[in-house]
């Protein structure tokens, strides 16, 4: 049974956080959080956005930390990450503490953040929304349309409806029903085999990559 968090109104709160690789270009979340406010959003940017410790937008602890304390935040609506990356596999274990029947919060981003759609779903069935991150897409004026489609999913109960594009194709015809879980291809197969990655029986999984060479997959 999937728990979906409350719908977004003009006036909730909006956390964001860097739960794996720096922003390489700070502007890009002021961008991006400027754009959430223009929604009428209040927004609340965490100190992992302007930290940058190698791969990662600081220490592994640090980064659960801060994502726990918006998670735990009862005047927080929705926590969108600055971007994707390497690095939310890291947190789960710091995760695990949570309590299981926590109310419902939307986690948004894509990529990386695969790791922490799957195991929230796995633990409590939570509702995340695969979308648009703060300084990579919010943060770009040529995704506006995409982004604000995408964002109708947090606003509005009601499906999307009927999805076209060129470039989609059938391979197989026919219907199917069940769980849309998208994920990110090399994110889901580090995760086979460990207790984070939940079963998938009766799904519908979309995979996402790009540039990743099939070896590293296999």
């Known amino acids: 049974r999937s728990v979906r968090p409350p719908v977004l109104e003009p006036g909730s709160r909006i956390a964001v956080t860097c739960p794996a690789s720096p922003v390489a270009q700070p502007e ?12 009428g959003f209040e927004v609340v940017v965490g100190k992992t956005c302007a930290i940058r410790d190698g791969l990662w937008a600081g220490e592994d602890r640090a980064r ?23 690095g939310c596999l ?16 939307w986690i948004v981003g894509r990529s990386d953040l695969t790791a922490l759609h799957l195991s929230f779903w796995g633990r409590s069935r939570w509702v995340g929304l695969s979308g648009p991150m703060v300084a990579t897409d919010l943060g770009d004026d040529t995704r506006r349309a995409v982004v604000e489609r995408t964002l109708r999913l ?8 009927l999805l076209t594009g060129d470039s989609m194709a059938a391979w197989r015809g ?19 085999g460990t207790r984070f990655l939940p079963s998938l029986a009766g799904a519908i999984l979309v995979l996402e990559e790009i540039e990743e060479p099939p070896h590293r997959c296999d």
């Open 154 to 161: 947090l606003l509005d109960p009601e499906p999307l409806g």
């Open 64 to 86: 659960a930390e801060e994502l726990i304390t918006f998670l735990r935040d009862p005047s927080l609506d929705a926590i969108f990450a600055g971007r994707g990356g390497v």
């Open 90 to 105: 890291r947190l789960l274990p710091f995760l695990e503490d949570l309590p299981r029947d926590s109310a419902p919060k």
């Open 28 to 39: 890009r979340i002021e961008r991006g959080a400027a754009r959430l406010r223009e929604m």
């Open 174 to 192: 026919g219907s199917a029903e069940g769980v849309l879980i998208p994920a990110n291809l090399s994110v889901i197969s580090s995760m086979v």
